[in-house]
């Protein structure tokens, strides 16, 4: 496995002239915007990693008047807070990067829906959005951007769910297929992208995919920005080339007493001790969002799973009962287990229901509930149990 | 056409064939909750989950369409596991108290516990951790969160059926329920009873409010006298829930078990059809030359049907300055309801007081018509209780009448003849048919222009139908309407009827007279039918009563015998003033929320 090590390093809030960087992009052919973005490996940074060129190549391919490029900005897995900080620092590269999306995939309408806990933000973020349209116009290019406004639910962070949303509807995923590509927001072809994708595809444009795979491994192309939190001497946001291993990470985070690192927030993996050496934080072993939470001896892993648990029996949007009931059942069954009202081996049917829920949820979110759950339990069953 | 292999068998389907069709097409089933033939796909409940070839995930059949390519297992040891785990789930958030509940034996979480779940369950009772509703505020159903699984089909049905969404998905997560507006009781909300809500719940968590005790009661009071009504639907489907196939028409046995089950005297809402006919047709008649001949600017045309007591809840609650456009003619039920405890009473000397007045409806709406305070013309509440079909089935079974074998027999006289007219009021455009045979010959003295009596244009499943019948020929006292297009249209269902009101609002509706039936199909298709109701079981049902109509001697409601006698006996003549005291009605505007 490739290991580059930690290093720090500032491309994501790197000052630049957005206007060059646009002009630049908006000279390229479409096809050309999306073979650079392909040429870069980039994966999503929202932490489901799906090859962005990709994305961008099925909606351009879709034959349709109307498109939409949207902004995921509902940043809401816990321990996340780094589309915050991107969108208060370098909101023209997500606007910029935005306009560069609509350029490859063929749409002149872009939204960004943000998350509701964040519209202090906003009145800022109007002013940065005032002089881009006026920039945009500059340049000769026909491109929109607004802003929705969520409303605190974390299902509306899963795409569809977030379609529903700005559309007016109860936030609740969809089936699938059809895919976003095919039908989005307004049932048009959607590409839609976390924050943090678009500077980065923006960087790429800048840059040149050529410069840009020199960061990161195979897998994790690029650096990644970092939002490292719990039991640290220096919590906030860090950018980092991908391709460390978690051992590495707590070498510099961790405060000398590191037990485990949750890796991707509430429905990432819990890392413990034994396995830093060996896992990189990465598409090759434990993905991320951005969300690094790092627990010493101190933690009761129980507590930290509870609190899991009942954040998504509270957040799962309740439609199908993988989810819903899953949820439920995972709570109350660790509680029981806790209190001695029913026997540890209970833990062993709950895993299989963790199973279960990752193969049989509607949506990412009921689907990865599993992970936190069966990463904690696995690795500390007898703070489960005792 | 797309080929794909599900259980290593080769089938090929149409684009946009869901896996589930697919599979059904090689007689290969899979289980289902959440799915609706009526309904549009949610693949929430999960239960039909199969294992695609190379997919991360099992996918939901009912909501995946088919690909080329696809290989699809059914059966496999992962979908066997998973969808234990889902039933199990499911029934650890439902009140299982199965030996009580309405549903018993007809619920189709019992039947997926009995194929999928059977033994020790593993999971947790999450019941006890809910503060669970039971809402009986609404005189046609009653709502017990307790047994509710999510699966939504009631929320679909409410908006795309009706058009209503009285009830909607509040909140998330574990809190996840059914709620109303502000979470009110259903009495104080949009609600129109219909019922098709209760005919698509898998479950117990929404049933009709039964009589059945009351009605037992009254049945052995020695002094009480227990008539009973049939509505022109239930004939057609009672039999589904007693062992026969869908579209059996069962009215002999019907009328026998009544007899056995001890009721006095078992008579027929179909005479009330035809009686609403005569007044409605009056009405119609009436308003029409009121408006076109003496140009009177205060008739509200198009003129509404006023059959259906859901349609009146609606409008009342969603376009209540069109209330004047309805007929004020009662629904059939209630105009035997008040006949019954006048005329009848009088005809057979009997105390009204004494009259106990049943009714059996294809209609949960029917139990919140019956208790309005309008309907008590007689002095007395009109209809005392009123029953589901399914409601009947019960009282069958329970009086264990070997329902297959009795013998057929003959309604009660005195508002026990009906003709073919009354009949098709079941079905959508069976009013509109029966009117127009009835208006024609009126007008013009001769049978309405289309073979056998079968006026085709005004039959069928379409949402909205229309028709145009022009006049010509008509007798003296009808010359006005001489040349006249009659233009009539007809919706049934509420999201169609909708239409309608929308196009009448906009000032778009061309029509004269309007037939509205609040449930898909019509009464046939009512929220108190045999459950399940679907469109292939509605058409079945259809079909029965347009072949009962046909086996009718009489077929046009001006010639039932019993509405002859009683226009000489007791109320005159049609839109007398006897008329008007006892068989029409008022409405009320309601709120929209």
Known sequence: ?386 | MINLLINDQKVTVQDGTTVLAAAKKLKINIPTLCNHDDLCVAGNCRVCIVEQKGARTLIASCATPAAEGMEIHTNTLKVRNARKHIVELLLSEHRSDCTKCYKNQNCELQSLANDFAFGDHVFLDLVEDHKYNIDRSSPSFVKDDSKCIRCQRCVRTCSELQYISAIAVANKGAHQKISSFHDRPMSQVVCTNCGQCVNRCPTGALVEKTYIDQVWDAIYDPDKHVVVQTAPAVRVALGEDLGYDPGERVTGKMVNALRQLGFNSVLDTDFSADLTIMEEGTELLVRLKKALVDGDKSISLPMFTSCSPGWIKFIEHKYPEFLPNLSTCKSPQQMFGALAKTYYAKKRNIDPSKIVSVSIMPCTAKKFEADRPEMRSSGFKDVDFVLTTRELAVMIKQAGIDFRNIEEANYDSIMGDSTGAGVIFGATGGVMEAALRTAYEIVTGREVPFGNLNITPVRGMDGVKEATIKIEGCVDAWKFLEGAELKVAIAHGLVNANKIMKMTKEGKAPYHFVEIMACPGGCIGGGGQPIPTNMAIRQKRMKAIYSEDEHKELRKSHLNPDVIAIYKEFLDQPNSHKSHDLLHTHYVERDNY
């Open chain 1, 1 to 386: 496995m490739e290991n580059k090590g930690l290093n720090k390093v500032d491309l994501i809030f790197e000052k630049i002239n957005n206007h060059e960087v646009l002009a630049k992009g908006f000279k390229m052919s479409k096809d050309e915007i999306i073979q650079e973005i392909l040429d870069s490996g980039l994966k999503g940074r929202g932490g489901a990693g799906f090859p962005t060129g990709m994305k961008w190549k099925f909606t351009a391919a879709e034959k349709s008047p109307e498109k939409y490029i949207v902004c995921n900005a509902d940043e809401g897995e816990p321990g996340t807070f780094k589309d915050r900080e991107i969108l208060d620092r370098v909101s023209n590269k997500v606007h910029g990067g935005m306009a560069i999306a609509g350029k490859a995939i063929g749409a002149k309408k872009g939204i960004v829906y943000l998350r509701g806990e964040y519209r202090y933000l906003l009145p800022k973020l109007m002013i940065e959005l005032e002089s881009f349209h006026k920039m945009i116009k500059e340049i000769g290019y026909d491109f929109d951007i607004e802003y929705r406004m969520g409303s605190g639910a974390y299902i509306c962070g899963e795409e569809s769910a977030l379609f529903e949303s700005i559309e007016g509807n109860r936030g609740e995923p969809r089936n699938k297929p059809p895919y976003p590509t095919v039908s989005g927001v307004f049932g048009k072809p959607t590409s839609i992208n976390n924050v943090e994708t678009l500077v980065t595809a923006m960087m790429i444009i800048q840059h040149g995919a050529k410069n840009f795979i020199q960061y990161g491994t195979k897998d994790s192309r690029g650096s990644k920005v970092f939002s490292i939190s719990g039991d640290t001497p220096t919590p906030g946001i860090f950018e980092l080339e991908l391709g460390m291993t978690v051992l590495q990470f707590v070498n510099e985070f961790g405060d000398g007493d590191t037990k485990a690192v949750q890796v991707g927030g509430a429905s990432g993996f819990c890392v413990p001790r034994k396995k830093f050496a060996e896992t990189i934080i990465g598409f090759e072993g434990v993905p991320t969002g951005g969300s690094m939470k790092l627990f010493n001896s101190s933690r009761s892993m129980y507590n930290v799973l509870h609190n899991y648990l009942d954040f998504f029996t509270e957040e799962s949007c309740g439609q199908c009962t993988p989810c819903r009931v899953g949820c439920q059942q995972l709570l109350k069954g660790v509680e029981k287990v806790k209190k001695g009202e029913a026997k540890s081996t209970y833990l062993n049917e709950l895993m299989k229901l963790a199973d279960t829920m990752k193969i049989a949820a509607k949506c990412g979110l009921g689907q990865s509930v599993g992970n936190a759950f069966k990463s904690i339990v696995g690795n500390f069953k007898e703070e489960i149990i005792y």
